[in-house]
């Protein structure tokens, strides 16, 4: 059963594209037929195939640019505007598709391309203008659903400080007060003279600089002394002759 149901919808799908696609074929060929005639100088001919285009849903913003150029040529100028002005909006918000309108108005020069520039550059600042208004209030909107979050928060969960225990209550004392002894005054010792200052010492005057004193002249070198010849050494003395000994006396003797 279900899956009966999906091949249906699934061929449903596939019928209304193919019938789109079909019917944006007989639009593109009346739109055609149509640019076919403008160019040939058909302007009526032209007109019926733009205007069936457009009553049948055509959403082909070149159509209208192309009736409104029959129109100026057929003398209705006031209802070529209305065409171009809505020739340009549908430009504008065809986004989902791409008509090569430039492309298309090439061959169209002078004042009746400078009217159709006038309308397009008015629907571009109108959806400029649109796009920003839609973001400041997407802006604001963030704001506001930020501000309702943080006010809906939940105050922070933290540990609870101890409360402090209660004072005991000390019962009054019951000494006598012991009356305050006057305490003497000193009095106050004379002010002394202020010392006058002492009398400024006479400036020493400065003692003159010593004239400076010659320089003396440098002595001439003294001439080298010859030097000593060497003396040959003295002869050696001969040793003395040894003495011999003193006899030694004989205690026993007589």
């Known amino acids: 059963m279900l899956r009966t149901f999906f091949w249906v919808a699934v061929a449903g799908i596939a019928l209304g594209s193919a019938s789109l696609l079909a019917q ?24 019926e195939d733009f ?12 159509c209208y640019y192309y009736r409104g150029l029959t129109y100026l040529h057929l003398g209705r100028e006031d209802e070529a505007k209305t065409d171009f002005e809505k020739g340009a909006q549908l430009e504008m ?6 008509f090569n309108v430039s492309k298309a108005l090439e061959r169209i020069q ?9 309308y397009r550059t008015k629907a571009r600042l109108a959806v400029m203008v649109e796009l920003e208004r839609q973001r400041k209030a997407r802006y604001e909107e963030l704001r506001r659903e930020e501000a309702r979050v943080l006010d809906q928060a939940p105050p922070p969960v933290g540990i609870p400080e ?3 225990a209660p004072q005991a209550a000390q019962p ?8 305050a002894q006057p305490m003497p005054t000193q009095p106050e010792a004379p002010a002394q003279p202020a010392e006058l200052p002492a009398p400024a010492q006479p400036a020493v005057p400065a003692q003159p600089e010593a ?12 001439p080298a002394q010859p030097e000593v010849p060497a003396q040959p050494p003295a002869p050696a003395e001969p040793p003395a002759p040894a003495q011999p000994p003193a006899p030694v006396e004989n205690p026993f003797a007589t």
Not at 51 to 62: C, K, L, Q, V
Not at 110 to 118: D, F, K, S, Y
Request: zero cysteines.
């Open 51 to 62: 205007n069936t285009a457009i009553e049948n849903g055509s959403d082909d913003p070149r």
């Open 24 to 47: 944006d074929a007989v639009l593109g060929h009346f739109y055609g037929q149509g640019v076919h005639k403008f160019f040939a100088r058909d302007y009526v001919g032209a007109f």
């Open 211 to 222: 004239p400076a004193q010659p320089v003396t002249p440098a002595q001439p070198p003294m």
């Open 162 to 164: 101890a409360a402090p």
């Open 172 to 179: 009054p004392a019951t000494e006598p007060a012991v009356p």
């Open 93 to 98: 918000q065809s986004a989902g598709k791409f």
């Open 110 to 118: 002078g004042r009746q391309r400078v009217m159709i520039e006038q």
